[in-house]
C-alpha cells in the first residue's frame, strides 16, 4: 500500500472513532444500525474503546426526551449533548434527562437537565413526569402514591394515575425577580422589554427555572420566531429565560406555545403551562383549574392559592429504547 493509501486508510479510521454509534433495540430483539442501514438478528456489539449508554426515548405531548442513568465515565460532555439531540444525525431530544441516586433521605432519585444545546438547567416539568413514570415502570413507584423525587431546583412529588395521567407538584411559584434571575427593581404584575426594537409587556416567574410570559390575541399568529429568541437572550435575563406566549380562551382554558431557553419551540412545556397559568391567575383572568392547549395536546394546571404549590397533570409516554457510544 504507497503512502496516499495509507493516509487515507487512517483518516477513514479517524472518522470512524469520531462518528456516533447508536441501535435501537425493537421488541422482537432485532437491532438496527445505522452506518450503511442494515437489519440484523443478532445482538450488538460492544465497543470497547466507548462510552455505553442505555436509553429510553419519552414524550409528554411531543416534549420529547431521553432518559438515562448517570454512566460510570460521567455525563456526556456538551458537546456530545448536543451530538445526540441532533434531529438528523443523532437520536433527536429537546432535553436529557439524567438519573443518579437519591441525595436526599426520603426520595427515588436525584434527576438532572440538559437542554439539546447541552447546557444543564434546574428544572423541567414534563421531564419530572416522564420520570416517574419510567420509575413506575420499573417497579420503583407504586400506582397511588405519592413519590417524592429530587432536582437541582429541589424536592419533587408525584403521584402516577394512569400513563395518561402523571401529576407532579412544580412547587410554589416565586416572583422575585432576583429567583429567575431577572434585572428588576421589584416584584410587579407586568414588566416592560425592548425586545429586537418591540416594547412587550411580560409576566416573570419562577418554577424552579426562569419564565416570561406574554399574553398574545392568537397563538397562530403571535411572533414567537422572532420573539422567543429576542427575550431568551434578552440582557436583563443573565441565564436566558423560557418564553411563553398565552391566548386566553375563557377562564378555564387557555392556548400556549413556548420558546423554550437552549431548545427552541417545543410542541408542550410543562413548567411553561404552569407559568402561563401562574400569571394569568395572577392578573384575575384565570380560575384555581386550566385547561393548557399546546401543539402536542393538552395539560392540565391547578394552583389554589399564592403560597400552594402548582400541579401539572398529562400524559407520558415510551417510545422506544436503545443504546448509544460515545
Known sequence: ??????LKSRARERRRQANLSMS??????????????????RPARRLLDLMRIDF?????????????????????????????????????????????????????????????????????????????????RRGRAPGGELL????????????IGSPQSISVDMGVPSFDPRSLPFDAASDALVHTLDAGGTDVEIG????????????????????????????????????????????????????????????????????????AVVIGRRRGMLDAEVRVHTRGGELRVNWDAPDDPVWLTGPAEVAFEGHVDL
Open 1 to 6: 500500500m504507497n503512502r496516499t493509501n495509507v
Open 24 to 41: 435501537i433495540t425493537l421488541p422482537s430483539g432485532m437491532i438496527f444500525e445505522p452506518g450503511p442501514a442494515r437489519w440484523e438478528d
Open 56 to 136: 429510553t426515548k419519552m414524550h409528554g405531548l411531543g416534549n420529547d426526551f431521553i432518559v438515562f442513568d448517570a454512566p460510570r465515565e460521567g455525563v456526556p460532555s456538551a458537546g456530545q449533548l448536543r451530538h445526540l439531540a441532533s434531529r438528523h444525525t443523532g437520536i433527536g431530544f429537546d432535553q436529557a434527562l439524567v438519573l443518579e441516586p437519591p441525595r436526599k433521605a426520603g426520595t427515588s432519585v436525584y434527576y438532572r437537565i440538559f437542554n439539546a444545546d447541552g447546557v444543564e438547567v434546574e428544572q423541567c416539568g414534563n421531564g419530572a413526569r416522564c420520570i416517574a413514570a419510567l420509575l413506575h
Open 148 to 159: 417524592r423525587m429530587d432536582s437541582p431546583a429541589g424536592e419533587v412529588r408525584a403521584r
Open 204 to 275: 416573570a416567574v419562577s418554577l424552579g427555572n426562569p419564565h416570561a410570559v406574554l399574553i398574545v390575541s392568537s397563538v397562530d399568529t403571535a411572533p414567537v420566531e422572532r420573539l422567543g429568541p429576542a427575550i431568551e437572550t434578552h440582557r436583563r435575563f443573565p441565564k436566558r429565560v423560557n418564553v411563553g406566549f398565552m391566548q386566553i380562551l375563557d377562564r378555564g382554558n387557555i392556548r400556549l406555545r413556548v420558546h423554550e431557553r437552549g431548545a427552541g419551540e417545543t410542541l408542550a412545556c410543562g413548567t411553561g403551562a404552569c407559568a
